[in-house]
């Protein structure tokens, strides 16, 4: 079962827009996580935030971790042509667990 | 370091036929696992390792075999392939429970 799940599916900006992904899920997690693939590629991590931060920067990237509502966002600002990928975030399942699970994904593509 | 590396990058299978997939990686990471991923459905876990001689079953562990005799390599191996095994697989590993995973490149792998 998903226990993250990205929206929008698909999202279409032109470049030099900020672009705004959201990922919900449904139990306690340790952290969460944002991963790019380009079309074909393998995943590339972009960034890790803990349960216990709200907000987290990496250059254009800001991630945000609302954990009372069980929710996220990564914002990507002054999108380039090269930003265009899949984006998903992955979660644990708290404590416990040794598994990631991903979502199905945010498909951004960035008009030149 | 080469990171995660994957053979072969693509591969066509009759049904009923076996094979492994292969995945190693260079960095001394104590957890790998594999994934599918499949159109519309994001990435399932397969199976996953915390460390040498340790493996455990993820979401979608039917008709996969793995097994973990040393920290570098986790093979993958299909028993007796179906069409339902056409997917991209993709191998990761990282340092620790919950850390960032770095993935290869994937296996395109078509069942006919």
């Known amino acids: 079962s998903q226990q993250g799940e990205e929206d929008p599916q698909a999202l279409s900006i032109q470049e030099g827009e900020n672009a705004t992904m959201n990922c919900s899920y449904k139990t306690s997690i340790n952290n969460l996580q944002w991963y790019r693939q380009n079309s074909g590629r393998g995943l590339v991590h972009l960034i890790l935030?803990?349960?216990?931060?709200r907000e987290k920067h990496s250059g254009r990237l800001r991630v945000t971790l609302d954990t009372s509502k069980k929710s996220s966002s990564l914002l990507i600002t002054a999108s380039r042509a090269a930003d265009t990928a899949s984006y998903f975030c992955?979660?644990?399942?708290?404590?416990?667990?040794?598994?990631?699970?991903f979502g199905k994904g945010t498909k951004l593509s960035v008009i030149p | 370091n080469a990171g995660v590396t994957q053979t072969p990058k693509f591969q066509v299978l009759k049904t009923g036929q076996s094979m492994t997939l292969q995945c190693a990686q260079d960095?001394?990471?104590?957890?790998m696992s594999w994934y599918r991923q499949d159109p519309g459905m994001g990435l399932r876990l397969i199976h996953y390792?915390?460390?040498?001689?340790?493996?455990d079953q993820g979401e979608v562990p039917n008709g996969y075999n793995v097994s973990r005799s040393t920290t570098e390599d986790f093979p993958l191996r299909l028993l007796s392939a179906a069409p339902s095994q056409t997917s991209v697989y993709f191998c990761?590993?990282?340092?620790?429970?919950?850390?960032?995973?770095?993935f290869g490149p994937g296996t395109r792998l078509t069942v006919t």
């Open positions: 992955a979660t644990d399942s708290g404590a416990g667990s040794y598994q990631l699970t």
């Open positions: 990761a590993s990282s340092l620790a429970k919950f850390y960032e995973q770095y």
């Open positions: 960095m001394n990471h104590e957890y």
């Open positions: 390792s915390v460390g040498a001689g340790i493996t």
């Open positions: 935030i803990r349960s216990n931060e």
